[in-house]
């Protein structure tokens, strides 16, 4: 089966930069785009980063200009830079795939902890 796992989270003080990691496994399927959400506890979990097969990238307005959504040439890892973390920023990020069969399916990881503190 299609597994994602994640990796790179964990604690940095407001203005410091992670990058996060997603390797992709399994069966194979087309991709249609691969993203990163985010999670806080008691809230929606929201779109962060996601970007596309023809490579265009779509940000939340929150983290446009600080995060930066990349994929390797064979689409087995997804990458989230993120830059000059807020506090804000604290949440459990997930990384998901749409894969298309004859429609789309979505796949997620187990999520990270990404926390920013002073």
């Known amino acids: 089966q299609v597994q994602l796992v994640e990796s790179g989270g964990g604690w940095v003080r407001p203005g410091g930069s992670l990058r996060l990691s997603c390797v992709i496994s399994?069966?194979?399927?087309?991709?249609?785009?691969m993203g990163w959400y985010r999670q806080v506890p008691g809230q929606q979990r929201e779109l962060v980063a996601q970007?596309?097969?023809?490579?265009?990238?779509n940000y939340a307005n929150s983290v446009n200009g600080r995060f930066t959504i990349s994929r390797d040439s064979a689409n087995n890892t997804v990458y989230l830079q993120m830059d000059n973390l807020k506090v804000e920023d604290t949440a459990v990020y997930y990384c998901?795939?749409?894969?298309?069969?004859?429609?789309?399916?979505?796949?997620w990881g187990q999520g990270t902890q990404v926390t920013v503190s002073s």
């Open positions: 399994g069966r194979p399927f087309t991709i249609n785009a």
């Open positions: 998901n795939v749409r894969a298309v069969y004859r429609n789309f399916v979505n796949y």
């Open positions: 970007i596309t097969a023809d490579g265009n990238t």
